[in-house]
């Protein structure tokens, strides 16, 4: 069964610096896409970075990147020169494929505060 | 930009009522899901659709069914409320390497 896992219910940095939040995943399909939305207390769900399971780099995306490995089954999040904005709960997600279905299941969520 | 968009933001019902969800896409994607979402439980997938008619399970479907006779829209049925399916509902639409989501569906059973 797929499966996702945040193990860091809560965290604090500092503005400015950077932060990692951890996730790891279990699968066996070949073949998926790993996600990271970011959830403000207004309740939307915002879309961050994606990583596909083939792709050899490292997927980025201005301030957020993602630490892909593969053999440890591990897509940290990483936000580098973090701002109060960025204080929110954070969700990693896996997509299993299976041809055209796209099952997307989502761990337990990270709540990151950003201290001035 | 794709829109989801789910029919209410608020909703209060009384235990036993049948409760109708519903979600519209403005893109033709064939991938729709509904979750619910409690505090320290994240989201969890209640059911999803890849095509019109065609539905699968998710990890907690008890006490809910779904409905999608048409493509953009995807409907969550709680056939007979209960207080334990108090919680916040939410939307999505997915092309395979993004989800979209809709702004979720406060739902209090009382």
């Known amino acids: 069964a797929q499966k996702i896992t945040q193990t860091q219910p809560g965290m604090f940095v500092q503005e400015k610096e950077a932060v990692t939040l951890d996730c790891t995943y279990d699968?066996?399909?070949?073949?998926?896409?790993l996600f990271w939305y970011k959830q403000p207390s207004s309740g939307e769900m915002i879309f961050l970075i994606y990583?596909?399971?083939?792709?050899?780099q490292n997927a980025t995306e201005g301030r957020y990147s993602l630490n892909f490995q593969k053999a440890r089954k591990s897509a940290n999040l990483v936000i580098s020169a973090s701002q109060l904005g960025d204080s929110a709960m954070y969700f990693c997600?896996?997509?299993?494929?299976?041809?055209?279905?796209?099952?997307?299941?989502f761990g337990t969520g990270t709540l990151l505060a950003v201290q001035p | 930009d794709v829109k989801v968009t789910q029919s209410s933001r608020y909703l209060v019902k009384r235990t036993g009522e049948k409760v109708f969800l519903e979600c519209v896409q403005d893109?033709?994607?064939?991938?729709m899901f509904w979750y619910r979402q409690d505090p320290g439980l994240g989201l969890r997938l209640i059911y999803f659709?890849?095509?019109?008619?065609?539905?699968e399970k998710g990890d907690i479907p008890e006490g809910y069914s779904v409905s999608r006779e048409k493509k953009e829209r995807f409907s969550l049925i709680l056939e007979s409320a209960s207080t334990n399916q108090t919680s916040m509902y939410l939307c999505?639409?997915?092309?395979?390497?993004?989800?979209?989501f809709g702004q979720g569906t406060r739902l209090t059973v009382v």
């Open positions: 659709s890849y095509d019109v008619k065609m539905k």
């Open positions: 990583q596909g399971s083939y792709d050899q």
């Open positions: 999505a639409t997915s092309t395979g390497a993004e989800a979209f």
């Open positions: 699968t066996s399909d070949p073949s998926y896409g």
């Open positions: 893109m033709d994607h064939e991938n």
């Open positions: 997600a896996m997509s299993p494929r299976r041809g055209a279905t796209n099952k997307l299941i």
